[in-house]
């Protein structure tokens, strides 16, 4: 009898342990954010949600923060382009099939001069909002693991 209600809390705690991990892999990750990209919408130091869950029955929207996997690491960024759309940026300030995009996020704008070009399908653009210390990337549907969610 003593050995069966040992053995209790110790199957209580393997459930957990692998419910917590199962959450984690394929539904919900914390995450802290590292580098000023994001600002000022997310600052270093924040703690934010990942959820993998969001894109299961539709696509990332224009203005979704993504989190993206390079293969090495996770990034954080903004999606502002959309498959089949022609994007570019004059002067920092992005252009969607030639019209001006709005971003009242963005408060620290680049110099960026990208030639218009298509947006491949399955594809996206996206940047961090501090266009100053920013990647601007091109990144294939498959490489978005999920939509950022903060709880302010």
């Known amino acids: 009898m003593n050995a069966r209600l040992s053995r209790t809390p110790l199957r209580r705690l393997l459930l957990v342990v692998v419910l917590a991990w199962a959450v984690r892999q394929w539904a919900w990750t914390p995450l802290v ?8 919408t997310l600052r270093a130091g924040s703690m934010v949600g ?6 299961r029955l539709g696509p990332p929207r224009r203005g979704d923060v993504v989190g993206i996997w390079t293969g090495r690491d996770l990034l954080v960024k903004r999606v502002v382009g959309l498959p089949g759309e022609e994007i570019g940026a004059a002067g920092g300030v992005f252009r969607v099939n030639g019209s001006p995009l709005a971003e009242p996020y963005v408060q620290f704008s680049g110099l960026e001069n990208i030639a218009p070009a298509q947006v491949g399908a399955d594809r996206f653009v996206v940047a961090g909002d501090n266009r100053q210390a920013t990647l601007i990337a091109v990144v294939s549907r498959g490489r978005i693991v999920g939509r950022v969610v903060t709880w302010r």
């Open 50 to 55: 990942l959820n993998k869950l969001a894109y």
């Open 33 to 40: 954010i590292v580098g000023n990209s994001m600002q000022p």
